[in-house]
């Protein structure tokens, strides 16, 4: 028979308040997508990806309609087709994400040596509800748009040698490849607000903080890709970026590792509302 792509609304039965990392999968790569109908019904789907900052792993996400006969042989079928993904692409490693609680076939994944190696977050802060004060002059002084960021080259390339640091360390289950400067650079240049402040220089001129800011969607920002070179730098600058977007947009999301110290220290600063989280899970694979 002719399978069909499945969608959210014939395919799970309840829509679930977050919707599941499979269906953002499937709309984005649709030719890597596999349907399961063995009683002439789609009783499941998987979807796989590659991506240039992990070239070691395959990414995959899967989802079993919980009205599946037989759920358990599906999810068995599922991992075989994953496991001679991996083999084919040479992979070492494969991970799955998704929200927490994890469904049914994510909670099966560690009797079959998945281990957990993330936790992530997405809260979200409404600048309506928060009273800020305009920062000092001292502080106004110092301050660079992303622009002045991206046009000074030393600087720039300070800051994006440090983000990928970070980004690397964040990474250790699932190791960053190796990837130039310039590549980096473009796409962390990628929806920046080029307007809004995103570093805070010492007295002496030399990088103090950085936080860079997104526009994802209109009248919504993004904070991703933080540092600071002494305690309380970075708090001062995003305390400046909150009052230079309060007039300008209606809510912050912070991007959040649940190991990162620096969006832990934002986090917990301003009054941001709690969000799901995102777990992932990995499995080294031997061949």
């Known amino acids: 028979m002719q399978a069909n792509l499945p969608n959210k609304t014939t395919f799970i039965p309840t829509l679930p308040i977050n919707e599941h990392q499979i269906f953002r999968a499937m709309r984005t790569y649709p030719d890597n997508v596999k349907v399961y109908h063995p009683h002439g019904r789609i009783d499941a789907t998987s979807v796989f990806w590659l991506n240039k900052f992990q070239p070691n792993a395959l990414n995959f996400a899967a989802f079993i309609d919980p009205k599946a006969a037989e759920p358990l042989a599906l999810a068995k079928r599922i991992l075989a087709d994953i496991n001679k993904l991996a083999w084919k692409f040479d992979v070492d490693r494969i991970i799955t994400s998704d929200y927490a609680p994890q469904h049914a076939f994510n909670k099966w994944l560690p009797t079959q040596g998945f281990k957990r190696v993330e936790k992530a977050t997405e809260p979200q802060l409404r600048l309506s509800e928060v009273q800020l004060e305009?920062?000092?002059?001292?502080?106004?002084?110092?301050?660079?748009?992303?622009?002045?960021?991206?046009?000074?080259?030393?600087?720039?390339?300070?800051?994006?040698?440090?983000?990928?640091?970070?980004?690397?360390?964040?990474h250790q289950s699932n190791p960053v490849g190796d990837i130039s400067l310039s590549t980096w650079q473009a796409l962390l240049v990628a929806k920046l607000v080029m307007q809004a402040p995103a570093v805070l220089l010492d007295d002496q001129g030399s990088l103090a903080s950085y936080c860079l800011i997104y526009q994802p969607?209109?009248?919504?920002?993004?904070?991703?890709?933080?540092?600071?070179?002494?305690?309380?730098?970075?708090?001062s600058l995003t305390a400046a970026q909150f009052f230079w977007l309060e007039s300008r947009f209606q809510t912050i999301t912070l991007n959040l590792s649940a190991t990162?110290?620096?969006?832990?220290?934002?986090?917990?600063?301003?009054?941001?509302?709690?969000?799901?989280?995102?777990?992932s899970y990995l499995k080294i694979t031997q061949y």
């Open 134 to 170: 305009a920062p000092s002059t001292a502080i106004t002084t110092r301050l660079l748009t992303s622009a002045e960021l991206v046009n000074n080259q030393a600087l720039w390339n300070e800051v994006a040698t440090t983000a990928f640091m970070h980004y690397r360390s964040a």
């Open 217 to 235: 969607t209109a009248g919504e920002v993004t904070l991703d890709h933080f540092g600071e070179t002494q305690p309380g730098n970075l708090l």
């Open 260 to 279: 990162d110290k620096l969006g832990l220290q934002i986090y917990r600063n301003f009054p941001f509302n709690k969000n799901a989280v995102y777990e």
